[in-house]
């Protein structure tokens, strides 16, 4: 099977190229070719299907930011179990050079559908029955709520590396805290979505922030108040969908 990983815009602005092409040879496979691309907004789309534009704008805000100003490669590759070794090749790289939610630096299909429906893109092939992603999980239509792509330029200076941390919204005047940790199960639109109902009057940079903030740390402070409207905000939260939430006294 031919896999292949995409060398994204941080990557070959980083001189990484030839690490990447160690690890690939590392992990057993021949490099059987390499393609510019450059990535549109469309591109994007299709290559993560499982995001869509009136539930994930945000995502798709951010990854529009991230991966099309500025070119990319992909390394066509292919060996023993191609897919499996490509994922790894990933993973590795990943573990010693990712640099924030949105500057991961390479991309490997994670999906054996995946793989076909992406490559036969990058390729310009034509696929006749593209598989599709599962969806992941939605949020609001934050395009009908404030200006995303004006919010994503105004924040990506302060998402590189460890996303700032903008302090947790007061609910009133108390000194207890909600704690928001990591969960793979949302996404930043259905993360920030909880939160925009949970934090009431919570700005738009804030709401992202945190959000991207809890997903990079071991648990993030995102509210402060007294013990009823800790209370308040952790069961709109949990009505939210999200489980990895507590109060700290």
């Keep these: 099977?031919?896999?292949?990983?995409?060398?994204?815009?941080?990557?070959?602005?980083?001189?990484?190229?030839?690490?990447?092409?160690?690890?690939?040879?590392?992990?057993g496979l021949t490099i059987d070719g390499r393609r510019p691309v450059a990535l549109s907004p469309a591109d994007v789309r299709y290559l993560w299907s499982e995001y869509s534009e009136a539930g994930n704008g945000l995502t798709l805000g951010f990854l529009d930011r991230y991966l099309t100003t500025g070119p990319s490669e992909i390394l066509l590759v292919s060996g023993p179990d191609a897919f499996e070794a490509a994922r790894r090749v990933k993973r590795e790289i990943r573990s010693r050079h990712a640099d924030g939610p949105f500057a991961n630096v390479v991309h490997a299909a994670e999906r054996p559908g995946e793989l076909a429906r992406q490559r036969d893109h990058l390729l310009g092939l034509e696929n006749s029955d593209p598989p599709v992603s599962p969806p992941r999980p939605p949020g609001l239509d934050f395009h009908q709520l404030f200006d995303v792509p004006a919010l994503v330029s105004e924040l990506w200076p302060r998402i590189q590396g460890t996303p700032d941390f903008p302090g947790p919204h007061r609910l009133d005047d108390g000194a207890g805290a909600v704690v928001l940790g990591p969960d793979r199960d949302h996404t930043l639109d259905s993360t920030v979505t909880a939160l925009w109902h949970a934090l009431p009057g919570v700005e738009p940079a804030r709401a992202v922030l945190l959000a991207l903030h809890s997903g990079w740390s071991g648990g993030t402070p995102v509210a402060a108040g007294s013990r009823a409207a800790r209370q308040r905000c952790l069961r709109t939260l949990r009505e939210h969908g999200i489980r990895n939430c507590s109060d700290q006294r």
């Excluded at 990557?11 to 030839?18: D, I, N, S, T, V």
Aim: charged letters at 30%.
């Design 1 to 27: 099977m031919l896999a292949f990983v995409l060398l994204k815009p941080d990557c070959l602005r980083r001189g990484l190229g030839g690490e990447v092409e160690r690890a690939v040879k590392t992990a």
